[in-house]
């Protein structure tokens, strides 16, 4: 996944997973806690798997990913975004998310937090 164009996605296992399916539909790639096997894991391990595979992470878990995306700023640790989303329809979810992936490339993403 090295140089990729558009933003790749890993969804926290607190996101609906019908999420992921629409925007695959839309032509992202996107995948879930559950389809990755990663039920139940903390979240900076979710964090570092997503760093791992260059993709953002997002979640519904605004406050927890706000702290490690400071911790990892304070230890130079690299990341590929994290979009943290309020808790709505997931239908207004996606609109939302669709916005911000046709407006960003996966560089300008990278290392940032967002809000939805």
Same mark, same amino acid.
């Given at each position: 996944?090295?140089?990729?164009?558009?933003?790749?996605?890993?969804?926290?296992?607190?996101?609906?997973?019908?999420?992921?399916?629409?925007?695959?539909?839309?032509?992202?790639?996107?995948?879930?806690?559950?389809?990755?096997?990663?039920?139940? %894991?903390?979240?900076?391990?979710?964090?570092?798997?997503?760093?791992?595979?260059?993709?953002?992470? %997002?979640?519904?878990?605004?406050?927890?990913?706000?702290?490690?995306?400071?911790?990892?700023?304070?230890?130079?640790?690299?990341?590929?975004?994290?979009?943290?989303?309020?808790?709505?329809?997931?239908?207004?979810?996606?609109?939302? %998310? %669709?916005?911000?992936?046709?407006?960003?490339?996966?560089?300008?993403?990278?290392?940032?937090?967002?809000?939805?």
């Amino acid at each position: 996944m090295t140089g990729a164009l558009f933003i790749a996605l890993f969804l926290n296992e607190d996101v609906p997973v019908g999420i992921a399916q629409r925007l695959r539909a839309h032509g992202y790639d996107a995948v879930t806690a559950l389809e990755t096997g990663r039920l139940g %894991l903390e979240g900076a391990e979710q964090r570092t798997y997503a760093a791992g595979q260059q993709r953002a992470i %997002l979640t519904h878990n605004r406050q927890h990913f706000a702290l490690l995306h400071e911790h990892w700023l304070a230890t130079r640790r690299d990341h590929y975004g994290i979009i943290a989303a309020f808790r709505r329809p997931p239908g207004e979810i996606v609109t939302r %998310l %669709l916005a911000l992936l046709d407006q960003r490339m996966a560089d300008e993403m990278r290392g940032q937090l967002r809000s939805l």
